[in-house]
């Protein structure tokens, strides 16, 4: 898939970050979620790619970039280092300065890489979030059973592991099918790429350190921000499915609006898995947001 794009390869601290890279204009970086891969785009990108130079990065632990080791802080995994990967990459093409469209865990390491290299990220648009530390603090009964897989994940190793590397492919099948629109949503070829990485030896911890590290050295991030008073100064889109547990549990916007100065946003019709349930729609208002940057 995304075969008119050229895969790139490069190393950060001895990371492996995986991507590929296309298109022609102002760039544009593209991260994923959890359980999948840059693959995620593939329904946008061509269209972006007419627009803007789009660069799609596999995080760290996901997709072919590399696993690294746990360490006892959850440091390797912090978003700030996923964010730091991320800068790297668009470096690697000679980007100093570019936009950000995220989803999911992607869009949790590009709230970090706004906060921490503001100079680097021009405008900022989300899917399907609420900032981390208010998801953690403001969990409700219906939020821990929708998103059960938060607290599953972050339990102590080895059990989590060991669970999810009996049967993975069952894992993606299991968290990727059990929200609004099941496994239709999702393209054959792309289910079958979340699968094949999902079999990569190393996953399983590399997913769970993922958010262990959301729950721990993450958030320290987080309140840090906040005590010091700092926001986003980018301009932020959010938007949201209004069949999933995001803008069901929390107030998405105002949550953004305590950690951000220039905040808009919206509910689209669908579930969590906008870039693929909702391409036409996402593409909407993708375009105008960003090309609002590139017109001045």
């Known amino acids: 898939m995304l075969t008119s794009f050229t895969t790139f390869d490069l190393s950060r601290d001895g990371v492996r970050l995986h991507g590929r890279v296309g298109g022609s204009g102002s760039p544009l970086l593209l991260l994923h979620g959890h359980p999948q891969t840059h693959v995620i785009w593939h329904r946008v990108a061509p269209v972006l790619a007419e627009h803007f130079t789009l660069v799609m990065l596999d995080l760290r632990g996901y997709g072919d970039s590399g696993r690294p080791v746990a360490d006892a802080a959850h440091v390797r995994y912090s978003k700030r280092e996923m964010a730091l990967d991320a800068l790297a990459a668009m470096r690697h093409h000679g980007f100093e300065r570019f936009g950000v469209l995220a989803h999911d865990r992607g869009a949790r390491v590009a709230h970090r890489l706004a906060a921490d290299h503001p100079e680097a990220v021009e405008r900022l648009m989300v899917l399907d979030i609420a900032p981390t530390l208010a998801m953690y603090e403001d969990t409700s009964e219906a939020f821990a059973k929708a998103y059960w897989h938060w607290f599953f994940l972050i339990q102590p190793p080895p059990l989590p592991e060991a669970l999810i590397e009996s049967d993975p492919v069952r894992y993606v099948r299991s968290v990727m099918g059990s929200r609004h629109a099941g496994l239709a949503p999702f393209a054959p070829e792309a289910l079958a790429e979340y699968e094949r990485c999902a079999l990569i030896d190393g996953s399983a911890k590399s997913i769970c350190e993922d958010y262990r590290a959301s729950a721990t050295i993450d958030l320290d991030h987080d309140r840090a921000d906040i005590s010091a008073g700092r926001k986003l100064t980018q301009p932020l889109r959010v938007l949201w ?20 100065d220039d905040v808009s946003g919206e509910a689209l019709a669908c579930g969590h898995y906008i870039p693929e349930e909702a391409p036409h729609d996402l593409l909407a208002r993708a375009l105008p947001f960003f090309n609002a940057t590139h017109k001045d």
Do not use: T
């Open 241 to 260: 499915g209004e069949h999933g547990a995001v803008g069901r549990c929390f107030d998405v916007l105002a949550l953004w609006r305590e950690r951000a």
